[in-house]
């Protein structure tokens, strides 16, 4: 069969090589044929250069290309890596050119540890419904330390550090990192307790998962570097309202502590502005005292002279003048005249606490 | 005429690519082959490039993915050691290392990778339900161990799986395992959310009197704080006032010139600050200065 080819190429040759015998029919024939035979050969040139050309091939900025030459990659290890620009490779079957992002985050996600819930519901914030228990075959969770059943999901951000690897040492290598990513959320959530995952610990938590997706890429030598890891938990629907509770008392807790806190602040700061005005009000007490006692001795020094001079006159002359003050305050005055037999009289006096003054009857 | 060389070259050219195509295949990076001669394999070809065969019907040449496949197997129910029953489901890493034993084995009904897949499944089941068997619950989920325990028992089902894979010559090798889902069966989920929900209520019940209990706490503390500030108020007061009455006592030193004097001072005094604003008071015709009234001052003017 492959020596047909150049058989039918021979033929016209040698249909046009005895030329000078032909009549004007051959010739035109041979003239015809001469000048489709240019434009065949025209075709075949450009055909061959676009074959050439088509080996040229643009690598973009975030990625790398590796040639293979007859399968095997062309250069090793770093040098088989081609960078951005304008490329030339022999064309197929020869060459063959594979491209890798390289700088571009990959971004994989764990649901392992998730209920079965669909993009649509995710994003308009659904839930499905659920029972009261988990089916294992539809709804995902992971067990903790101690025996609880929590829902975990993860997001893993990497990058790819050895193309070569990644793409031709791995069937699926994004799948490997996902199952990685699995089993770093399912056995991280295996020795941490409910309350860490949860609420108490969750930075550790997600560091752990972190950490141990990092080593398990490492262990399987896929090639890529964890940029970051994400990873958010929630209790089981089933037990959601008993999960907020607890987080209700604890807040209430607080509440309850911090207005302890705040009667203790007031009782306190009360207390010390009476024990304060208690001192005070001594203190002005002794002032006063020491004082009116202080004035009155000045006040007998200066009396005694008078007395000495003629005593009773001094106490007549200040009884008098005392009781006439008195009796110039006093509000209500009741004389009560003598009998005749120099008796004195009876007098009846009612106190009445309903009325504001006090009322006084007299009995004649 | 030059163009009868040109001719012959292509043409040439052409039969030499047509007998490469029947003389020679390529193995790409990511791929192993096998060379049959007469149906039997007779050469492993695991470098990628250009080689060489004798053409059909003499040779053959069989082409495998040689990169690591991926698969995972479905939950297996398995029980503990200590009676749980546990579900199970890893992930396998696994990739074709001997083309010429994978042959034979896998060749034939269907797609060969599906078909090792169906044989590994069979025996992952086989080492989940040994391993699982040999270890209690808690090797699976603990606080304390640092997860040790966990990587054993896939130290152990990966050990099992290789040692089933080599034993039978599959010609392939376990680039790593891993445990994907470790569950619980259905009817025992809602019993854990049974314990779930009473261990958040002591929880809740907790936080609530320990919270009002150290309220309580708080506030006695304070009433208690109050009281011996004023407690100790008091006392600085009591002991102030001591201090002027005995500030006073000095000056009282001076009535000792004449006590009577001072007495009748003290009384007036008392008397008329007794008497300072809204009382009442009753008195007869002996009590000066209204024995006046009596006509006591006319002995004066009689005199």
């Known amino acids: ?79 088989a890596l081609l960078g951005p620009g304008l490329h030339w490779s022999f064309p197929y079957p020869m060459d063959e050119v594979v491209k890798v992002s390289i700088t571009g985050i990959q971004k994989v996600g764990s649901t392992v540890g998730w209920f079965a819930i669909t993009e649509q519901q995710e994003l308009a914030g659904l839930e499905p419904m659920f029972g009261p228990s988990i089916n294992p075959a539809q709804d995902g969770y992971v067990l903790t330390a101690d025996g609880n059943i929590v829902n975990s999901r993860a997001t893993l951000n990497y990058r790819i550090n050895d193309p070569v690897r990644y793409v031709f040492s791995f069937a699926s290598a994004s799948n490997a990192v996902q199952q990685a990513l699995d089993n770093a959320l399912l056995s991280t959530a295996a020795r941490f307790k409910v309350d860490d995952i949860l609420t108490r610990d969750i930075t550790a938590f997600n560091e752990a998962v972190r950490r141990r997706v990092t080593e398990q890429l490492e262990k399987q030598n896929l090639g890529v570097i964890v940029e970051q890891c994400s990873v958010e938990s929630r209790p089981p629907r089933q037990v959601k309202e008993a999960f907020n509770n607890v987080l209700r008392a604890e807040v209430n807790r607080s509440k309850v502590l911090n207005d302890a806190h705040s009667y203790e602040v007031q009782v306190l700061s009360k207390a010390s502005a009476d024990a304060q005005s208690r001192v005070n009000l001594a203190e002005s007490e002794r002032v006063r005292l020491v004082q009116d006692v202080a004035s009155r001795a000045e006040q007998f020094q200066e009396l005694l002279p008078k007395f000495r001079e003629n005593p009773k006159l001094f106490a007549e002359q200040r009884l008098n003048g005392v009781l006439g003050r008195v009796f110039a305050n006093v509000q209500d005055k009741i004389l009560v005249p003598a009998t005749a037999d120099g008796k004195t009289m009876e007098l009846r006096y009612l106190f009445n606490r309903e009325l504001p003054k006090p009322k006084t009857e007299e009995q004649k | 005429m030059n163009r009868k060389p040109l001719t012959i070259v292509i043409g040439v050219l052409l039969v030499i690519i047509f007998g490469l195509l029947l003389f020679v295949f390529q193995v790409r990076q990511s791929e192993v082959a096998v060379v049959t001669t007469f149906g039997r394999p007779t050469r492993p070809i695991t470098e990628p490039g250009l080689k060489g065969k004798l053409p059909w019907p003499i040779q053959k040449v069989y082409k495998f993915d040689r990169r690591v496949q991926n698969f995972e197997d479905r939950l297996t129910e398995g029980l503990t050691r200590d009676n749980f029953n546990l579900l199970t489901s890893t992930y396998v890493g696994w990739k074709i290392t001997d083309p010429t034993a994978f042959l034979p084995k896998f060749v034939g009904s269907g797609e060969p990778i599906s078909e090792a897949e169906k044989v590994l499944e069979r025996l992952l089941g086989n080492a989940k339900s040994a391993v699982v068997g040999k270890h209690p619950l808690s090797d699976f989920v603990s606080a304390t161990d640092n997860g040790t325990n966990f990587m054993t028992i896939e130290g152990e089902i990966l050990q099992a799986l290789q040692g089933q894979v080599r034993a039978n010559n599959y010609g392939l090798d376990i680039e790593f395992l891993g445990l994907k889902k470790v569950q619980l069966p259905e009817s025992v989920t809602q019993s854990v959310f049974e314990r779930m929900t009473s261990e958040r209520k002591l929880l809740a019940d907790r936080s609530q009197f320990e919270g009002e209990a150290e309220a309580s706490k708080i506030r006695s503390e304070a009433e208690r704080k109050a009281a011996e500030m004023l407690a100790a108020a008091d006392g600085q007061a009591t002991a102030i006032r001591g201090r002027a009455e005995a500030e006073a006592a000095k000056s009282l030193a001076v009535f000792q010139q004449n006590p009577e004097l001072a007495n009748f001072i003290f009384r007036l005094n008392a008397l008329e600050g007794s008497l300072k604003d809204r009382s009442t008071l009753v008195f007869d015709y002996h009590t000066p200065p209204f024995d006046l009234f009596r006509g006591v001052s006319t002995n004066l003017l009689h005199k």
């Open chain 1, 1 to 79: 069969m492959s020596n047909d080819l150049p058989a039918t190429k021979e033929a016209p040759e040698a249909r046009y090589a005895p030329e000078t015998s032909m009549d004007a029919g051959s010739q035109a024939l041979s003239e015809a044929l001469r000048s489709s035979f240019g434009i065949i050969k025209l075709v075949v040139v450009i055909l061959f250069l676009v074959f050439l050309g088509s080996g040229f091939f643009t690598v973009g900025p975030q990625e790398r290309a590796i040639i293979l030459r007859f399968g095997k990659p062309v250069g090793q290890g770093e040098r």
